[in-house]
Every structure is written in C-alpha cells, then in structure tokens.
C-alpha cells in the first residue's frame, strides 16, 4: 500500500520561509518523478514544482528564484524549501508521486498560510 506522508506547513510571516517535506513508501516499482502542486481556496490545483529521476526540475514562474525543490532518492523523500513567501503563497500543498507504472498518487495536504 502506497503511503506519502507530508509535513513542514504553518502559518508564517511575508518574507518567511518553510520547508515542507514528503517521505514516500509502498511503491514496489520505483518512483519517477516527485513534486508539489498547491490548492487556493476557489481555484483548481496547480504546480508548484517538480523533479525527476535524473534530478531534472521544473517551476512554476510565480515560484521561481524563490522556492528549491529536492530529492532524497534513498529516502524516496521530496523537499520543497519555500522562501521570500508571499500572501499568494497561501494554499493547501499536495505532494505527487508518479511512479514508472502505475497512476499518481496524492498526499493528503498541508496548509501553508502566509499572514502579517
């Protein structure tokens, strides 16, 4: 049974930083890729950022400069080290686990809240 486990969300100052992470296990035929999408309330899910096996990333633009996503392949571990945020930052954070066969699989959220 595939399992992701996600931690490091809280409420934090503009201009703060957080570093979330997201261990996963149960994945029998190894994991692809890793990443993070966000949820605002009323809006659909976006990326946020994600890396692939051969540690290939991509952004998105809003996040650029500022947000450094990692990898612990021994781990299979993702870490998305979020600074200079900002009150559209604020969301729900999903970590996503493709692996090389079967369908995505989902954590269950982590709020990040951004507020003076």
């Known amino acids: 049974q595939v399992r992701l486990v996600e931690s490091g969300g809280g409420l934090v100052q503009p201009g703060g930083s957080l570093r979330l992470s997201c261990a996963a296990s149960?994945?029998?035929?190894?994991?692809?890729?890793m990443g993070w999408y966000r949820q605002a309330p009323g809006k659909q899910r976006d990326l946020v950022a994600t890396i692939t096996t051969g540690g290939n990333t991509n952004y998105a633009d809003s996040v650029k400069g500022r947000f450094t996503i990692s990898r612990e392949y021994a781990k299979n571990t993702v870490y998305l080290q979020m600074n200079a945020l900002k009150p559209e930052d604020t969301a729900v954070y999903y970590c996503?686990?493709?692996?090389?066969?079967?369908?995505?699989?989902w954590g269950q959220g982590t709020q990040v809240t951004v507020s003076a």
């Open positions: 996503m686990v493709r692996p090389f066969v079967t369908a995505d699989y």
């Open positions: 149960g994945v029998i035929f190894g994991i692809d890729v």
